[in-house]
């Protein structure tokens, strides 16, 4: 009996670390209609740096960007 609690309470003693912390990784973000993209490349996987930013339409690279935070989320819309 002693094996088992014990095996549990280290998996959940371990969880945290494991589960808690967000890897940030270069990421793509499309409109609607895909012809935009954003593309996200975060300095830090743990999204506390800066990141470079690009818009591209098609093969045209509309407007890029470093900026000094990370973005958790984006979106892209088509105006």
Do not use: I, K, N
Not at 24 to 35: I, V
Not at 55 to 70: C, F, I, K, M, Y
């Amino acid at each position: 009996m002693f094996a088992p609690f014990t095996l549990v309470t280290l998996a959940l003693a371990a969880a945290p670390a494991q589960f808690g912390e967000r890897l940030f990784q270069p990421r793509d973000y499309s409109s609607c209609s895909g012809a935009y993209v954003l593309r996200v490349s975060p300095s830090d996987p743990l999204g506390t740096g800066s990141m470079r930013c690009t818009l591209a339409h098609g093969r045209d690279e509309v407007w890029s960007a470093e900026l000094p935070w990370t973005f958790e989320e984006a979106g892209v819309a088509l105006d």
